[in-house]
Nanobody, 124 residues
């Protein structure tokens, strides 16, 4: 069992930055791929970015490439999402998720554990 807790969401102006954190329980975190998803009102949950267990493989949705960066500190059981040059269309609830495999995937159904989500609102 893995418990995830996101933090760092809030209100930010367009062009600004925000850093989300995802704290995981248990030492198994280091063996698991993790990802960030987001869900805007009326829309389906969307893959944003993910990383393999060791951080060697990463994948970004095209809309955030060059602006968002995923990282993880396995010693601290924590993952991060650095969001730079944010846009109003980035407004959503952001969720971190892990799958009990070291390999990265981009479908929500592939992930086994989810955090409660943190709201990110970008004002224009």
């Amino acid at each position: 069992q893995v418990q995830l807790a996101e933090s760092g969401g809030g209100l930010v102006q367009a062009g600004g930055s925000l850093r989300l954190s995802c704290a995981a329980s248990g030492r198994a975190f280091r063996s698991y791929a993790m990802a960030w998803f987001r869900q805007a009102p009326g829309k389906e949950r969307e893959f944003v970015v993910g990383t393999s267990s060791n951080g060697a493989n990463k994948d970004y949705v095209d809309s955030v490439k060059g602006r968002f960066t995923i990282s993880r500190d396995n010693a601290k059981n924590t993952g991060y999402l650095q969001m730079d040059r944010v846009k109003p269309e980035d407004t959503a609830v952001y969720y971190c998720a892990v799958r009990t495999s070291p390999n990265l995937r981009n479908q929500p159904s592939e992930y086994d554990y989810w955090g409660q989500g943190t709201q990110v609102t970008v004002s224009s």
